[in-house]
């Protein structure tokens, strides 16, 4: 299943608005250069001040009166350079029978706040994806 899964890198529920609300998926850090890798299935150390603070954005997504209006999938890739501000992108991984939200108005709601957020890792570069449904 490609949906939000409950595991030691996913979140809870999210804030219900509306008739939508936001359900937590995965993280998956995909790149951390620069930092010391752990052993195991998962390399990268969590980031977790980055992790609440990009939840708390995405968890106010049906509150946006831009959000798509209909239930999905998404998943928001943050690719962090240093301390500079995050490169935002949309990142479809999905199975073909997954109904994706419409990546436009996702970004138009969360792009302006999770440009504010930062790494804590000290990394080269970081490279995070967050996995989400609106139900």
Same mark, same amino acid.
């Given at each position: 299943?490609?949906?939000?899964? +409950?595991? /030691?890198?996913?979140?809870?529920?999210? #804030?219900? /608005?509306?008739? %939508?609300?936001?359900?937590?998926?995965?993280?998956?850090? *995909?790149?951390?250069?620069?930092?010391?890798?752990?052993?195991? &299935? $998962? &390399?990268? &150390?969590?980031?977790? /001040?980055?992790?609440?603070?990009?939840?708390?954005?995405?968890?106010?997504?049906?509150?946006?009166?831009? @959000?798509?209006? @209909?239930?999905?999938?998404?998943?928001?890739? *943050?690719?962090?350079?240093?301390?500079?501000? &995050? @490169?935002?992108?949309?990142?479809?991984? $999905? @199975?073909? +029978?997954?109904?994706?939200?419409?990546? /436009?108005?996702? %970004?138009?709601?969360?792009? #302006?706040?999770?440009?504010?957020?930062?790494?804590? %890792?000290?990394?080269?570069?970081?490279?995070?994806? $967050?996995? $989400?449904?609106? #139900?």
């Amino acid at each position: 299943d490609d949906g939000p899964a +409950d595991d /030691a890198r996913s979140g809870g529920e999210g #804030e219900r /608005a509306g008739d %939508l609300s936001v359900r937590r998926g995965r993280v998956a850090y *995909l790149r951390c250069d620069g930092v010391e890798h752990a052993g195991g &299935p $998962f &390399p990268c &150390p969590r980031d977790e /001040a980055l992790e609440a603070a990009v939840w708390s954005i995405v968890d106010g997504l049906a509150a946006c009166a831009g @959000a798509p209006s @209909a239930p999905g999938r998404g998943d928001v890739r *943050l690719d962090y350079r240093g301390d500079a501000a &995050p @490169a935002i992108d949309w990142r479809d991984t $999905f @199975a073909d +029978d997954v109904v994706r939200l419409d990546a /436009a108005r996702v %970004l138009g709601c969360l792009r #302006e706040e999770l440009a504010g957020t930062r790494q804590s %890792l000290g990394a080269r570069r970081l490279l995070v994806s $967050f996995r $989400f449904a609106l #139900e």
